[in-house]
């Protein structure tokens, strides 16, 4: 984007609405985002540090008055600086506290908005962070009120919060202190430390005062502070965003540097609950999702707004995923017909290929529902294709017999075998049609099929010639007749011998899409708690730094009340993590059940088969080359006049 677009705006009535145009934009972004919000008072400066983030002058609309410039939340998307493949979305929210609004609780969705979208939040304030700094940051505690983790617990506390809130950082223009305590030289993270220190006692007054600054704590999961010193000269304030860089402080410019550098190193990708990463087509979901809900007077939940992307992500995942199958066996279909064992294994590669696809989309499949979906609908195609490659395969085998036998058909058109000994050079033709038609490559999976057709329709011609070869004796031609039967018998087994190789071909196909199904499944699997683990642990880590500083400042009773609240936090993530193993196995026993379920049904059809050749009257060689056999013998039995008994 070469400049900023409004992703959120309000529409006349007051409610928040989405701009279509910056969702498209988000749609065509693939790859994971970081996503960074700027919060803040109006007229405070927030437009020029997501400018300088972008690496632009001009871009977010500057204001030089005290009417607030921004409205809404615009957004901003460019290349990451630092991280290859990934997205920076910048968003500059509408200020804070505007006078000309004089809407609290528009304020407090805006906020809210910020830190349900964001994976990095940068609070914008001017002078210093004093009492009155905090206590204009209400939104901050009000934040239960406008954002749940699930909606299944009525009585839910803010706990979870820091799992899944951003990273948070105060941003303090105009700074004209020193950095120091008690006379003592501080860091600009330990002002702000010092800053959001709790005051002991259970007073009305010291409980207002502690309030905002638990939340701050409490919420999320890092805090960092960059203190800027005046930017310029108040005359030039006003034109800020066209000043040369000279006319800039050096001091400002190398906090600015800083800040810019600290943010693409630091920020993380944005991810969902449970860990899942958020690319620009996710996070256009989320807009609309959270901005939807917030207009119907509901508050957003953040397990249904997650429940929410997994379906609509892994409903694409699966289309994805059979589109890469299609795609492959469309172009393998061009090499029609193929044996079964060619088109086989380029199912499984393809398979695999797909099941990648979708695994890199999908999330929060607990069921295997959507795996389910894919497996089905690869079936289902798989079939479709093997149709396609019988019927291709059908065609070649009946042009090339149509072309072999053409003179043949000839020679019967003109009588050619109504003589005498006509039967002979009828035999002989057919067996050097045979011969031709078995020579032939890629006739592929109807080869037999076609040929035992090919004979039966042949074997009329082949009977009334016999019947009217007056050369042949009754004897002999009782003899020819049991030959044509033979030649008949040896070439259905040999078709049912084929549809039973291609079926054990099948089967063994199945078996190894199961076993790499499960192999990514598992893969997955393994991933996604792994996130949730990291996700619990970054969490714990917090509280745990967060207990280790109340007990150091004397508040023991804040610390033990967090100490239970870590031993719940630990409780609910051990929980957690059993529920997810036992969905995870369930999942697997489902994915069992069902390769079982398709190999039994291969299996019976395969007994079948196997009962139907063995209870055919089986020639005494083996029939592949019976029927070359029986018709040379049979010939060499017309021509040379041997015993016919000795066939």
Same mark, same amino acid.
Request: glycine share 4%.
């Given at each position: 984007?070469?400049?900023?677009?409004?992703?959120?705006?309000?529409?006349?009535?007051?409610?928040?609405?989405?701009?279509?145009?910056?969702?498209?934009?988000?749609?065509?972004?693939?790859?994971?985002?970081?996503?960074? &919000?700027?919060?803040?008072?109006?007229?405070?400066?927030?437009?020029?540090?997501?400018?300088?983030? &972008?690496?632009?002058?001009?871009?977010?609309?500057?204001?030089?008055?005290?009417?607030?410039?921004? #409205?809404?939340?615009?957004?901003?998307?460019?290349?990451?600086?630092?991280?290859?493949?990934?997205?920076?979305?910048?968003?500059?929210?509408?200020?804070?506290?505007?006078?000309?609004?004089?809407?609290?609780?528009?304020?407090?969705?805006?906020?809210?908005?910020?830190?349900?979208?964001?994976?990095?939040?940068?609070?914008?304030?001017?002078?210093?962070?004093?009492?009155?700094?905090?206590?204009?940051?209400?939104?901050?505690?009000?934040?239960?009120?406008?954002?749940?983790?699930?909606?299944?617990?009525?009585?839910?506390?803010?706990?979870?919060?820091?799992?899944?809130?951003? /990273?948070?950082?105060?941003?303090?223009?105009?700074?004209?202190?020193?950095?120091?305590?008690?006379?003592?030289?501080?860091?600009?993270?330990?002002?702000?430390?010092?800053?959001?220190?709790?005051?002991?006692?259970?007073?009305?007054?010291?409980?207002?005062?502690?309030?905002?600054?638990? !939340?701050?704590?409490?919420?999320?999961?890092?805090?960092?502070?960059?203190?800027?010193?005046?930017?310029?000269?108040?005359?030039?304030?006003?034109?800020?965003?066209?000043?040369?860089?000279?006319?800039?402080?050096?001091?400002?410019?190398?906090?600015?540097?800083?800040?810019?550098?600290?943010?693409?190193?630091?920020?993380?990708?944005?991810?969902?609950?449970?860990?899942?990463?958020?690319?620009?087509?996710?996070?256009?979901?989320?807009?609309?999702?959270?901005?939807?809900?917030?207009?119907?007077?509901?508050?957003?939940?953040?397990?249904?707004?997650?429940?929410?992307?997994?379906?609509?992500?892994?409903?694409?995942?699966?289309?994805?995923?059979?589109?890469?199958?299609?795609?492959?066996?469309?172009?393998? #279909?061009?090499?029609?017909?193929?044996?079964?064992?060619?088109?086989?294994?380029?199912?499984?590669?393809? !398979?695999?290929?797909?099941?990648?696809?979708?695994?890199?989309?999908?999330?929060?499949?607990?069921?295997?529902?959507? =795996?389910?979906?894919?497996?089905?609908?690869?079936?289902?195609?798989?079939?479709?294709?093997?149709?396609?490659?019988?019927?291709?395969?059908?065609?070649?085998?009946?042009?090339?017999?149509?072309?072999?036998? &053409?003179?043949?058909?000839?020679?019967?058109?003109?009588?050619?075998?109504?003589?005498?000994?006509?039967?002979?050079?009828?035999?002989?033709?057919?067996?050097?049609?045979?011969?031709?038609?078995?020579?032939?490559?890629?006739?592929?999976?109807?080869?037999?099929?076609?040929?035992?057709?090919?004979?039966?329709?042949?074997?009329?011609?082949?009977?009334?010639?016999?019947?009217?070869?007056?050369?042949?004796?009754?004897?002999? #031609?009782?003899?020819?007749?049991?030959?044509?039967?033979?030649?008949?018998?040896?070439?259905?087994?040999?078709?049912?011998?084929?549809?039973?190789?291609?079926?054990?071909?099948?089967?063994? &196909?199945?078996?190894?899409?199961?076993?790499?199904?499960?192999?990514?499944?598992?893969?997955? =699997?393994?991933?996604?708690?792994?996130?949730?683990?990291?996700?619990?642990?970054?969490?714990?880590?917090?509280?745990?730094?967060?207990?280790?500083?109340?007990?150091? #400042?004397?508040?023991?009773?804040?610390?033990?009340?967090?100490?239970?609240?870590?031993?719940?936090?630990?409780?609910?993530?051990?929980?957690?993590?059993?529920?997810?193993?036992?969905?995870?196995?369930?999942?697997?026993?489902?994915?069992?059940?069902?390769?079982?379920?398709?190999?039994?049904?291969?299996?019976?059809?395969?007994?079948?088969?196997?009962?139907?050749?063995?209870?055919?009257?089986?020639?005494?060689?083996?029939? /592949?080359?019976?029927?070359?056999?029986?018709?040379?013998?049979?010939?060499?039995?017309?021509?040379?006049?041997?015993?016919?008994?000795?066939?």
């Amino acid at each position: 984007m070469d400049k900023p677009v409004c992703l959120i705006d309000k529409e006349s009535d007051g409610k928040l609405c989405v701009q279509p145009s910056a969702l498209q934009i988000l749609q065509q972004i693939q790859q994971p985002v970081v996503v960074v &919000a700027v919060v803040g008072l109006y007229r405070t400066g927030k437009s020029y540090l997501m400018n300088r983030l &972008a690496g632009k002058q001009t871009g977010f609309a500057l204001g030089s008055t005290v009417e607030s410039k921004t #409205k809404g939340i615009w957004m901003w998307c460019v290349s990451h600086p630092t991280k290859a493949g990934t997205t920076l979305v910048l968003l500059d929210t509408e200020g804070l506290g505007d006078v000309e609004k004089g809407d609290s609780k528009h304020d407090t969705n805006i906020f809210s908005l910020a830190v349900l979208l964001s994976s990095t939040i940068v609070l914008n304030s001017r002078g210093t962070i004093d009492n009155r700094a905090i206590e204009e940051l209400q939104y901050v505690t009000e934040l239960t009120e406008y954002i749940k983790v699930k909606s299944s617990d009525e009585d839910e506390d803010d706990s979870e919060f820091v799992k899944f809130f951003p /990273s948070f950082i105060w941003a303090v223009r105009d700074f004209t202190l020193e950095h120091k305590i008690n006379g003592k030289y501080v860091t600009e993270d330990q002002y702000l430390e010092y800053a959001l220190k709790l005051k002991p006692g259970t007073s009305r007054t010291v409980r207002e005062f502690n309030l905002p600054r638990e !939340c701050i704590r409490n919420y999320f999961p890092s805090r960092k502070c960059f203190t800027f010193p005046f930017p310029t000269t108040p005359e030039n304030v006003s034109r800020l965003e066209s000043l040369d860089p000279a006319d800039l402080s050096p001091d400002f410019q190398e906090v600015s540097d800083h800040f810019c550098k600290y943010i693409f190193d630091k920020s993380e990708v944005k991810k969902l609950k449970d860990g899942h990463t958020v690319t620009g087509r996710v996070l256009g979901q989320l807009v609309k999702t959270y901005v939807d809900t917030i207009s119907s007077g509901e508050v957003p939940f953040l397990e249904n707004a997650v429940l929410a992307m997994a379906r609509i992500e892994n409903e694409a995942a699966v289309k994805e995923g059979l589109e890469v199958y299609k795609s492959g066996m469309e172009k393998l #279909k061009d090499s029609f017909p193929l044996e079964l064992k060619d088109v086989s294994s380029e199912h499984q590669r393809l !398979c695999s290929m797909a099941t990648q696809t979708f695994m890199k989309r999908s999330f929060k499949d607990s069921e295997g529902t959507f =795996m389910k979906c894919l497996e089905e609908g690869i079936n289902t195609l798989f079939d479709g294709y093997l149709c396609q490659n019988e019927e291709a395969s059908k065609k070649r085998c009946e042009n090339l017999l149509s072309s072999l036998s &053409a003179q043949m058909t000839e020679k019967l058109k003109k009588g050619f075998y109504a003589i005498p000994g006509g039967y002979g050079l009828f035999s002989q033709d057919l067996e050097d049609i045979v011969k031709e038609y078995k020579i032939q490559a890629n006739t592929g999976v109807k080869e037999e099929d076609t040929l035992e057709e090919f004979l039966k329709q042949k074997c009329v011609d082949s009977n009334a010639i016999l019947q009217a070869d007056n050369k042949l004796t009754e004897k002999e #031609k009782k003899i020819m007749e049991e030959r044509e039967k033979a030649i008949l018998l040896a070439q259905e087994i040999n078709t049912k011998e084929q549809k039973q190789q291609q079926l054990e071909e099948k089967m063994e &196909a199945e078996r190894q899409s199961n076993e790499e199904r499960m192999r990514q499944m598992k893969e997955k =699997m393994d991933e996604e708690m792994r996130l949730q683990r990291e996700e619990a642990e970054r969490a714990m880590d917090s509280k745990l730094r967060e207990q280790g500083d109340l007990l150091e #400042k004397g508040f023991k009773d804040k610390a033990d009340r967090m100490t239970k609240e870590t031993e719940d936090f630990r409780r609910k993530n051990k929980e957690a993590d059993k529920k997810n193993d036992q969905l995870f196995k369930y999942m697997i026993e489902n994915m069992n059940k069902r390769h079982v379920e398709t190999m039994n049904l291969m299996m019976r059809q395969h007994s079948e088969q196997m009962k139907a050749i063995m209870s055919m009257p089986r020639p005494k060689s083996d029939s /592949s080359a019976l029927i070359l056999r029986l018709i040379l013998d049979g010939l060499k039995s017309v021509f040379k006049k041997a015993n016919p008994l000795q066939l």
